[in-house]
């Protein structure tokens, strides 16, 4: 069983940043996905056990940055240059099997509880 705590939303003005956290015990592949209200679940980065192979969904290229310290069990999603358009709810995601990562919600078996990100405009 994999567990996943997440940290780090909050309330920012557009143009601004935040970092959110996700402890995850043991080897995993993990990736971070976001829900907007009405919308469906969607791919934002992912990486791999290693830290050396990571992805980017499109929107968030160039303004996001996901990154791990396997010492401390914990991936990271650097978020600047913040947009009204990136508030959601945003969740981690882990799965133990994945040999590189996955940008696709289904390959990961373990989710954290979800942490609001609010943009002001």
């Known amino acids: 069983q994999v567990q996943l705590v997440e940290s780090g939303g909050g309330l920012v003005q557009a143009g601004g940043s935040l970092r959110l956290s996700c402890t995850a015990s043991?080897?995993?592949?993990m990736g971070w996905f976001r829900q907007a209200p009405g919308k469906e679940r969607e791919f934002v980065a992912a990486?791999?056990?290693?830290?050396?192979?990571?992805n980017y969904a499109d929107s968030v290229k160039g303004r996001f940055t996901i990154s791990r310290d396997n010492s401390k069990n914990t991936v990271y999603l650097q978020m600047n240059s913040l947009k009204p358009e990136d508030t959601a709810v945003y969740y981690c995601?882990?799965?133990?099997?994945?040999?590189?990562?996955?940008?696709?919600?289904?390959?990961?078996?373990?989710w954290g509880q979800g942490t609001q990100v609010t943009v002001s405009s």
């Open positions: 995601a882990a799965d133990r099997t994945l040999l590189g990562y996955s940008d696709y919600a289904k390959d990961y078996d373990y």
């Open positions: 043991g080897r995993t592949s």
């Open positions: 990486i791999s056990w290693g830290g050396v192979s990571t």
